[in-house]
């Protein structure tokens, strides 16, 4: 039944098909699978989109995008099928004895991984892990596997959830992809990736905070060779270390003034090759901080509706890596008032009744052993969420520019970049005024986060969004097409596991940390428990 078709026989096939004389015309074809609600992918769903897509041309603007999508619908649905075929494949290919004593349970023979990679023209090791992950669809992930034939979730999205759960049980596997699938079909695999994170802390938070360690021991600074003369300087820190650590770059390059002609990239690299050879010190960039006043800070985002670079307080213009005279000022950071790092704890976790998973704002979720440790040195500064819509509470202003405190709430409540798909920092956007000012007001429902790309997107023509009450932005693209972008969701997540008994584990050494901003969803009068 798989043997090819002689090409003479493929074209009287193509012939007969366009002489049909009942055959209906192309846009017929496409409204008709447009009327059928999106059908399920299949082969016949295939046959009918190759009949409605031949001539492009013919094709409006919406029909383009419609059928675009289809057509990665159907090839999910032809990656799960052939998922289910190696899955057969590989149980019809057993290991031996000694295979299976080598490899564990599930192990298949040593040389099925070979008839595929010659089938498919891959490598053995390509072969291997297909093979090993269609088994694991079929077995332990069916859920996803049925969503990937239904053409909900792509090949990547699949993926992402087989590398997230592979080191967990099954009976965990399971209860981390039963979280995650409702809304991986609404978002890129990114954001899919973020929510893997959470999803696997949620179920095995001992495992994280004991992951966590072990990978905390492996932290190292490498340089890496480079093209024409470059070198990389690569360092694996604790998360928060690193976001502070490129935060306070961020603020000493914003500090250099807008007629620094260097990129913000290039000043950080400058800053930092000068910062670690001696040539600046950190004592001289920071000079009389301690004396600046914290309410005059800039918020480093000089105009809401505009790229955020602050007006900076320094008078230098950095010398760059090689360059310097040792006579410049010292950079100095663009508001050094303002707090480096937040952090959003729930309050159930940070008094230790139980693992919730907890926020490092631009990072993502991080263990709760790591929030307390990061809590024990912190300042804190209280935020409170509504714990029935997870969202973080409004306080609005009404000035043109929004001040510190309300651009530090409104990037603490979007996490990233409100259109749909961007997982772009909200620590690197731009505050922009869904309803221009002064029509609409400079408070937090009228406020979003929005990467450059997607700022200047949302002024051009044929674009528009709407931002709801609740949080959630609506946008139309120019073919009229409707997609929406959800406030981050800090709600608690449900049917954690009884917390276990501990006490035999050393009390972590609490992590030393400064310029935090502590963030509790808890009752906003419970004092810190440190």
């Known amino acids: 039944m798989f043997d090819a078709v002689p090409p003479e026989e493929t074209d009287e096939v193509s012939r007969m098909l366009a002489d049909a004389p009942d055959w209906p015309p192309l846009d017929e074809v496409f409204d008709a699978l447009v009327a059928a609600g999106r059908p399920a992918p299949s082969g016949w769903l295939a046959l009918e989109l190759d009949l409605a897509s031949a001539d492009p041309g013919e094709l409006a603007d919406a029909e383009l995008v419609d059928a675009v999508a289809d057509l ?10 052939q998922s289910r075929l190696l899955a057969e494949f590989a149980r019809r290919r057993p290991a031996d004895p000694r295979d299976v004593a080598a490899q564990g349970p599930g192990a298949v ?37 049925d969503a990937h034939e239904a053409g909900r979730i792509d090949a990547t999205k699949v993926r992402a959830i087989c590398d997230a759960t592979q080191h967990l049980p099954d009976e965990q596997a399971a209860r981390v992809q039963d979280r995650v699938l409702p809304a991986a079909e609404r978002q890129s695999r990114a954001q899919l990736v973020a929510a893997l ?36 300087l690569w360092a694996l820190l604790a998360a928060p270390d690193a976001l502070a650590a490129h935060q306070w770059l961020t603020r000493l390059a ?12 290039a000043r950080r690299a400058d800053l930092l090759a000068d910062l670690l050879t001696g040539r600046v010190t950190s004592r001289a960039a920071t000079t009389d901080l301690d004396c600046a006043d914290p309410g005059s800070a800039d918020t480093g985002s000089a105009d809401a509706d505009t790229a955020g670079t602050g007006t900076g307080t320094g008078t230098g213009t950095g010398t760059g890596t090689g360059t310097g005279t040792g006579e410049a000022a010292p950079p100095r950071p663009v508001d050094p008032g303002k707090p480096l790092v937040q952090v959003v704890v729930p309050h159930s976790a940070l008094i230790g009744a139980d693992e919730q998973p907890c926020d490092l704002v631009g990072y993502g979720p991080i263990p709760a052993d790591l929030a307390r440790q990061i809590a024990a040195d912190a300042v804190w500064k209280r935020l409170v969420t509504d714990p029935l819509s997870g969202a973080l509470l409004d306080h609005g202003r009404t000035t043109y520019r929004p001040p510190a405190a309300l651009t530090d709430f409104v990037r603490a409540r979007d996490v990233h970049c409100r259109s ?53 932005l609506t946008w139309t693209t120019p073919t009229g097409h409707r997609y929406t972008s959800d406030p981050f969701d800090y709600r608690p997540e449900p049917d954690l596991p009884p917390r276990p008994s501990r006490q035999a584990r050393p009390a972590p050494v609490p992590y030393r940390h400064v310029d935090l901003d502590w963030t509790s969803r808890g009752d906003p009068q419970d004092p810190p428990p440190f």
């Open 72 to 81: 990665d619908r159907v090839a999910s649905w032809a990656a799960a099928r």
């Open 109 to 145: 023979s040593r040389w099925a991984p070979d008839e595929i990679a010659l089938a498919l023209s891959v490598s053995r090791l390509t072969a291997g892990q297909r093979l090993a992950q269609a088994r694991r669809l079929t077995e332990t992930l069916p859920a996803t596997l």
């Open 197 to 232: 994170r959470r999803a696997v802390i949620a179920v095995d938070p001992d495992g994280a905070n004991d992951r966590h360690a072990k990978a905390r021991l492996d932290r190292r600074v490498v340089v890496g060779e480079e093209t024409e003369g470059m070198a990389s």
């Open 254 to 265: 914003r500090g250099l003034g807008a007629e620094d002609p260097r990129g913000m990239d």
């Open 420 to 472: 749909p798909l961007c997982r772009r920092r909200a620590l690197d956007s731009e505050l922009d005024h869904t309803v221009p000012y002064p029509l609409g007001p400079t408070a937090a429902h009228n406020l979003t986060d929005g990467c450059t790309l997607h700022h200047h997107e949302k002024h051009s023509p044929g674009w528009s969004v709407v931002q709801h009450p609740d949080g959630r």
